[in-house]
């Protein structure tokens, strides 16, 4: 502090000075010291100094130069200005006389954070000219404590998250390097920021040769506001297998290049969950499955001249919802439901099942509301598909004519339309009590007849070609 300071600096040089010099700084690491040796330098104070409040409300000065100034006299000021937020210039005792000003510095534009100190030797009042200088001084200083808060609330976040944050830049080579990552690089990736920002290879190398493609065209396919989603496999250097998901958004680069900002997350325990869930469910299906088929097994020997019924109308509805390009997932919900189509039976009397000859009006009219039965024992039953309403509808014809509700049209599913049709074929084709079977061409006569009135013409068609061109027949 032994060298000449100028006693009077030009105002302009000192502000730009001080905001290329504050520019500089970007932690909180000797933060006090470097301010204080702005004030002394710069705007030629003989003596800086900083205070604070601690959490109970004492002032106290955390830094102050030159070293061996004495602050009690400051004190009672400076605590004046934490109160009342408006700065103060007095002349005190620092030991020898100085003419002080003391400043208000904001938190985050709250409150008064802190209080700046600047004194010159002297019992002559600063300048307005001064004063208005050192106003000017603080609302920098406010600027960098701002941005320095910031900047170490975003670090300690990136950095406790378990979600690698990171900037992906395009480099010369036409490849992608980390010009940031975060400390959630360990959680997600089991590596150093620092070893991915040196080689970027870390993480596109752990891909099969099919993803890292898919991913580096997927980066390589960059546009301004752009987004990317994808989940990753990824070998880690121990070896194992982890599931990622990169989440991005295209921006441009600090080099005016092209850059990706996003997290990757590591959801292997999402995977592993998931698939422990579809597995479950998968033997819960089984599960569910086995004891409809038991149901339907003990519906069938109540009546011997049907047995097997429902499974060849399974059989049937299952290769005409294929026939017409169903999903997957949804012909199996037409097989389920055709294997137990007939469940309502259950509450026939056996006799009236394996009656020899035309039922009497009444019995018969007993035998019509098997589908309602059928709807009322599977109603409560949580299916994935619409199991109890099919059972419902597959005695239903498209022009209202059906039972037990005459729907028409659009009103019956397309998976009932199915089982009816199949249903009706099986019917007519083979054996029953009442009748010899009468075989496969006259139950294709009678749906063809009625395409379109009884039948879905769709599903008519295709049950037609199933029999007549691919050579189907009943096992």
Same mark, same amino acid.
């Given at each position: ?17 001080? #905001?290329?010099?504050? /520019? $500089?700084? *970007? !932690?909180?690491?000797?933060?006090? +010291?470097?301010? =204080? %040796? &702005? ?12 205070? #604070?409040?601690?959490? /109970? $409300?004492? *002032? !106290?000065?955390?830094?102050?130069? +030159?070293?061996? =100034? %004495? &602050? ?108 940031y990552a975060s400390g959630g690089a360990g959680a997600a990736l089991g590596l150093a920021p620092a070893a991915l920002v040196a080689d970027a290879g870390l993480l596109f190398d752990g891909l099969d040769e099919a993803e890292r493609r898919a991913l580096t065209a997927a980066l390589g396919a960059w546009a301004g506001g ?250």
């Amino acid at each position: 502090m032994n060298a000449a300071r100028p006693q009077s600096p030009d105002p302009v040089d000192a502000v730009i000075r001080s #905001a290329q010099y504050l /520019a $500089g700084i *970007v !932690s909180y690491d000797g933060l006090w +010291p470097q301010l =204080a %040796r &702005l004030v002394c330098r710069f705007f030629g104070a003989d003596l800086a100094a900083f205070a #604070a409040r601690d959490a /109970a $409300g004492a *002032v !106290s000065f955390i830094h102050w130069e +030159p070293a061996d =100034a %004495r &602050l009690a006299a400051a004190l009672p000021v400076a605590t004046a200005v934490f109160e009342s937020g408006f700065l103060a210039s007095e002349t005190l005792a620092l030991p020898a006389p100085h003419a002080a000003v003391l400043l208000p510095l904001g938190r985050e534009r709250q409150r008064t954070g802190y209080v700046m100190l600047a004194a010159h030797r002297g019992e002559t009042p600063l300048a307005r000219e001064r004063l208005d200088l050192y106003l000017a001084l603080a609302g920098l200083i406010e600027s960098t404590l701002d941005r320095i808060a910031s900047q170490h609330r975003f670090v300690s976040m990136a950095d406790n998250v378990p979600e690698l944050l990171f900037q992906l830049a395009a480099d010369a080579a036409g490849g992608w390097r980390f010009a940031y990552a975060s400390g959630g690089a360990g959680a997600a990736l089991g590596l150093a920021p620092a070893a991915l920002v040196a080689d970027a290879g870390l993480l596109f190398d752990g891909l099969d040769e099919a993803e890292r493609r898919a991913l580096t065209a997927a980066l390589g396919a960059w546009a301004g506001g752009e987004r990317l989603r994808r989940a990753l496999r990824w070998r880690a250097a121990d070896g194992g297998w982890r599931h990622l998901l990169i989440n991005a958004m295209a921006v441009t680069g600090e080099e005016g290049g092209p850059a990706w900002d996003g997290a990757l997350q590591d959801i292997s325990e999402q995977v592993r969950l998931q698939e422990e869930s579809r597995r479950n469910l998968e033997r819960l299906n089984k599960s569910m499955e086995d004891a409809i088929q038991a149901v339907a097994a003990t519906i069938e020997q109540r009546d011997p001249y049907t047995a097997g019924h429902q499974r060849r109308v399974a059989e049937l509805a299952t290769r005409l919802a294929t026939a017409l390009a169903l999903p997957e997932d949804t012909i199996h919900g037409i097989r389920l439901t055709a294997s137990i189509h007939d469940i309502g039976k259950i509450h026939v009397p056996a006799e009236l099942l394996s009656y020899p000859g035309k039922l009497p009006e009444v019995e018969f009219a007993l035998i019509q509301q098997h589908p309602r039965v059928g709807y009322e024992i599977l109603r409560n039953v949580d299916f994935p598909w619409p199991v109890a309403e099919m059972v419902y509808q597959h005695h239903e014809h498209l022009d209202g004519s059906g039972y037990p509700r005459g729907l028409a049209g659009e009103q019956i599913l397309l998976g009932a339309r199915i089982i009816t049709v199949a249903d009706v074929v099986e019917a007519i084709a083979l054996h029953r009590p009442y009748r010899a079977g009468l075989g496969i061409e006259a139950a294709l006569a009678e749906i063809e007849a009625h395409s379109g009135t009884h039948y879905d013409p769709a599903v008519v068609d295709a049950c037609v070609r199933l029999f007549r061109a691919e050579g189907f027949g009943f096992a």
